[in-house]
């Protein structure tokens, strides 16, 4: 990359206009220098281009920056705080672990022992491939598909472990999307993950304003390869249609035109129904998991995609796909050592909500349960009898066959 595309500096200095861009900064250098050679006919040439990259910057960054009414409310405040001189919290450089302070190398081995010895206990995958002769058609990735993906990619998420820019990757589409569906063709079909997409960088991001736990004050965030994202886009899309009938119709999380609102919608319109009968009584559950992601047993999560009749040759690629995985903690440059995981799947991952959802479909009770994701929650209600059309006591009734069993 460095050879075809040479990186070409711009300097940018605190006191520049916050709508300035490196386009805008090169400009005004060839204008500047046009005026010293004392050639005319240039420097009108780019003082009129200057003029006219400003207002257009003006207008495009008081348009997204300002008065956009489209953007997330999390990227306005963002925005108001740049445009206010406001600092951003600082990344996590220092850390307090038993009287002795750590940063640099240390404290990034120090969070990367932390985040991997979670699933250190668990077994690590045992799976044996299963033969498959010939790739079904509906397997095949065209480049035009390919293309496609590459062209949604976002310009302004960081890129992972292969370094590549996600600039590139859109950028190029139509010129790389053919070898690289033959590369996307060739690990479907062999059901072998290269392993540098199995890599993850994780930045740990602190719960609290002032983390005193490296255990629990931390939260990691995941950076996997683009490319591999591309790829579980497909995967995703094939495995979709065989697994999401089987999925429980009360799981709200990770399923296409649902949300939270639609479980709280339908939780609330069964309480007021029940809140109806006299002296009615509401006793709810609530169950978070935890460490949900990094504790799913990749044994038990193939042996359940298997009792769904995914197809072999997307079996092997998911076993693939979960074996040999590996992380590093990224504190700004520096770098921790690999460690493997024997467990999980990276929240950052495309597949990762999808496996999720395998591994707790068949949680259920004789109440009814609702869950989002990971977060559970289960109730039951107590009415006065006699004189009323509700059903029997569900509560008494789950106490009575409990103590019977």
């Known amino acids: 990359m460095d050879i075809h595309l040479p990186l070409r500096q711009v300097k940018l200095h605190p006191t520049d206009k916050p709508w300035f861009t490196p386009e805008i900064k090169e400009a005004i250098a060839n204008r500047q220098r046009a005026w ?25 960054f008081y348009m997204v920056s300002v008065n956009s009414q489209e953007t997330t409310p999390k990227k306005w405040w ?125 930045l740990p991001l602190a719960k609290t304003p002032k983390p005193k736990s490296v255990e629990s004050d931390l939260r990691p965030i995941s950076l996997t390869a683009v490319l591999s994202k591309v790829l579980e886009g497909f995967v995703f899309s094939w495995l979709c249609p065989i697994v999401m009938p089987h999925i429980d119709p009360h799981q709200f999380g990770g399923i296409r035109d649902s949300s939270t609102s639609h479980a709280l919608v339908r939780l609330i319109h069964e309480w007021l129904q029940a809140a109806e009968t006299p002296k009615a009584v509401i006793r709810s559950c609530l169950i978070d998991f935890s460490k949900a992601f990094d504790r799913i047993d990749h044994n038990i999560l193939i042996h359940k995609l298997g009792l769904l009749n995914v197809p072999p040759i997307l079996l092997n690629w ?58 559970c929650m289960c109730y039951v209600y107590s009415a006065e009898r006699g004189g009323s059309n509700k059903p029997m006591d569900s509560y008494q009734q789950h106490a009575t066959q409990h103590k019977e069993d």
């Not at 307090?96 to 985040?115: P, Q, T, Y």
């Not at 995985?325 to 504190?331: A, D, G, S, T, Y």
Request: glycine share 4%; net charge positive.
């Open 36 to 60: 010293a050679k004392g050639s005319t006919v240039l420097f009108s040439f780019w003082r009129n281009k200057v003029t006219k990259l400003c207002k257009s910057a003006r207008r495009t």
């Open 78 to 202: 963002d925005n108001i705080r740049r445009l206010s001189g406001q600092s951003r919290s600082a990344p996590l450089s220092t850390f307090v672990v038993n009287d002795s302070v750590l940063s640099g190398l240390d404290l990034a081995e120090v969070i990367n022992d932390s985040f991997s010895k979670i699933s250190s206990d668990m077994q690590p995958l045992e799976y044996s491939p299963v033969p498959v002769d010939h790739t079904p058609d509906e397997f095949i990735i065209t480049p035009v598909a390919v293309e496609r993906s590459l062209l949604t990619v976002k310009e302004g998420k960081s890129p992972g472990p292969d370094d590549i820019p996600n600039w590139l990757l859109k950028d190029f589409a139509p010129v790389i999307s053919r070898p690289i569906a033959s590369i996307f063709n060739a690990s479907i079909r062999q059901g072998k993950v290269p392993l540098l997409w199995k890599c993850t960088s994780v």
């Open 318 to 375: 998911c076993a693939n796909f979960l074996q040999d995985r590996f992380q590093l903690v990224k504190l700004g440059q520096v770098k921790s050592s690999w460690k493997s995981i024997n467990a999980g799947v990276p929240q950052g991952t495309k597949l990762g909500p999808l496996f999720f959802l395998v591994m707790i479909n068949d949680l259920s009770t004789s109440l009814p349960i609702y869950k989002y994701i990971d977060d």
